[in-house]
Every structure is written in C-alpha cells, then in structure tokens.
Nanobody, 121 residues
Framework: QVQLVESGGGLVQAGGSLRLSCVAS????????MGWYRQAPGKQRELVAI???????NYADSVKGRFTISRDNAKNTVDLQMNSLKLEDTAVYYC???????????????WGQGTQVTVSS
C-alpha cells in the first residue's frame, strides 16, 4: 500500500504565495508521474500540474506562469509553489501519484487526503 500526505495549505490574500508539499511512502518501486489536482466547490476535480520522473511537466493553462511544480525522485516528494494567487485558485488541492509497486505489474493511482487552499480578497 502507498500513502500520500500533503501539507502547506492555508489562507492567503490574493496576490500572495503558498507552497504545497506531498510525500509518498510505502511499497514504491518508482513513481512515473506525480502531481497536483484541485477541486473547487461545485466543480469537477481538475489537473493543476504534473511532472514525470524524467522531468517533463504539464500545467493547466490557468496556472501557467504562476505555479511551479518540482520533484525529488529520491525522496518521493512533489512540491507546488503557487505565486500570484487569485480568488479562483481557492479549492481543495490533492496530491496524485502513479506508482509502480512491483516490477512487471501495472502502475496504480493513489491520492492524498487533500489540503484546503483559500484565497481571500
């Protein structure tokens, strides 16, 4: 089993910054993809940013130029630096990891419990 634990959410004023962190633990051979999704009230969960273990990134258009994702493959961590936060960034942010737990077996998808980010005016 694999666990993802997030930290770093909170309340911030518009224009401010927050940094989210996530660490994966458990039976892990590798993590091909790791990243962040978010879900605002009444909306579907959406991709924010993901990063492969080779360093390829994918960002939502709405956060490009403001958010930066980074990973430490050796420590199984992923961070999200969020700058110039907007009211519409308010959401629960979820860490996600596509994890290989055994060689020769399919990868499995894991989610963290979520951390609230609230941007106020």
């Amino acid at each position: 089993q694999v666990q993802l634990v997030e930290s770093g959410g909170g309340l911030v004023q518009a224009g401010g910054s927050l940094r989210l962190s996530c660490v994966a633990s458990g039976k892990i051979v590798s993590i091909p993809v790791m990243g962040w999704y978010r879900q605002a009230p009444g909306k579907q969960r959406e991709l924010v940013a993901i990063m492969t273990n080779g360093g390829t990134t994918n960002y939502a258009d709405s956060v490009k130029g403001r958010f930066t994702i980074s990973r430490d493959n050796a420590k199984n961590t992923v961070d999200l630096q969020m700058n110039s936060l907007k009211l519409e960034d308010t959401a629960v942010y979820y860490c996600n990891a596509l994890v290989r737990t055994n060689w020769g077996q399919p990868n499995n998808d894991y989610w963290g419990q979520g951390t609230q980010v609230t941007v106020s005016s």
